[in-house]
């Protein structure tokens, strides 16, 4: 498959075309379109604290003006202060096309991004909504995404094999359990599949982000992105590591070998490959952030 065009998505063997709606949630996020990175801006609301797994990469930090990663936000919002502030940007900064949640934890694991939904539905039905998550609770999920009209999912894939997957996370909380090891890697997996397969089925546009960690899942990458090709995404999208946390020593890919891996991966899915690896509080065009104005002249109102 091409980097470019939306001809078709495979479900369940058959080639569906994308219809109208789905054209307008690919060719207005900035995530989705390359050309409309340079329009369309999106918004990521951090409602989300929580995280119900440990991934051994994942330092969530707040108030951290100056960092610019993904798990990190300047502080975080009630689901009622992150609707007013959707309105005042929206009113200043019409080109924002996208209401996102991305944490700074796992949304699903935050009833807070539940009702920050709903409120955006009520409230501002039109721009498109979308959410980023590890996928343990998305099979659970699904009904209310849908029903608050999130079009765009983006899932966090690191391994398709179990014995791998066991490498990089610490835990995973199932049912009130900590779950380690080979187990929790089991049940995270089979969660994110399913929660894709659904999703995929409900005419939902499916981001995988696979964090490249070499010497850990690198030789495995391109093994993830023909299942997920097979399962009919719309487009993989391959994160080099920050070195935090237990894995502090890695040394993350060269933008080089970054490339030759998203070329390995191309045959099988659709590549994005303008990913800014964006803060859960980012607010604007992807490189052109406007957070730090707004969420200064937020405080500077109170
Ligand atoms: C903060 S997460 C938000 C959603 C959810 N918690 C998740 O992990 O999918 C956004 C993305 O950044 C990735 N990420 C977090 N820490 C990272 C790191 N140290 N290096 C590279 N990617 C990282 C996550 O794996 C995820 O794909
Ligand atoms: S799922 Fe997301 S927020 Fe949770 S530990 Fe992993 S990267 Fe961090």
Redesign the pocket.
């Known amino acids: 498959m091409s980097d470019d065009g939306y001809p078709t998505v495979l479900i369940e063997g058959k080639e569906i075309p994308y219809d109208p709606e789905q054209l307008r949630k690919i060719n207005e996020h900035p995530c989705y379109s390359k050309e409309a990175c340079h329009k369309s801006g999106r918004m990521h609301l951090p409602v989300a604290p929580k995280?119900n797994i440990q991934?051994n990469?994942?330092v969530r930090d707040f108030d951290c003006v100056n960092e610019s990663?993904?798990?990190v936000c300047s502080e975080v919002l009630k689901p009622e202060e992150a609707v007013k502030l959707v309105g005042e940007v929206l009113d200043k900064y019409p080109y924002i096309k996208v209401i996102g949640i991305?944490?700074?934890?796992?949304?699903l694991a935050n009833e807070e991004t539940f009702e920050t939904l709903r409120l955006l539905k009520e409230e501002y039905p039109t721009p498109i909504k979308c959410l980023?998550?590890?996928g343990l609770l998305l099979p659970e999920s699904l009904d209310r995404l849908i029903e608050y009209d999130v079009g765009n999912i983006t899932v966090?894939l690191n391994a398709v094999d179990p014995a791998i997957g066991e490498k990089i996370y610490s835990f995973v909380e199932w049912e009130g359990k900590k779950l380690h090891g080979r187990e929790a890697a089991e049940k995270l997996l089979s969660q994110q599949l399913k929660g894709i397969e659904m999703a995929v089925a409900n005419k939902i546009l499916v981001k995988i982000?696979t964090?490249f960690i070499p010497g850990v899942n690198d030789h495995h990458i391109v093994d993830i992105a023909k299942k997920v090709g097979e399962m009919g995404v719309f487009t993989f999208n391959l994160?080099p590591?920050?070195p935090?946390y237990k894995f502090s020593d890695v040394t993350p890919p060269t933008p080089k070998e970054k490339r030759e891996m998203q070329d390995k991966c191309s045959p099988f899915v659709r590549q994005m490959r303008h990913c800014q690896?964006c803060r859960?509080d980012a607010i604007g065009k992807l490189g052109e952030d406007i957070q730090d104005c707004i969420y200064q002249s937020r405080h500077a109102e109170e």
């Open positions: 995280c991934c990469y994942c990663r993904p798990g991305a944490g700074p934890g796992d949304p980023s998550t590890n966090t982000n964090v994160i590591v920050i935090q690896r859960s």
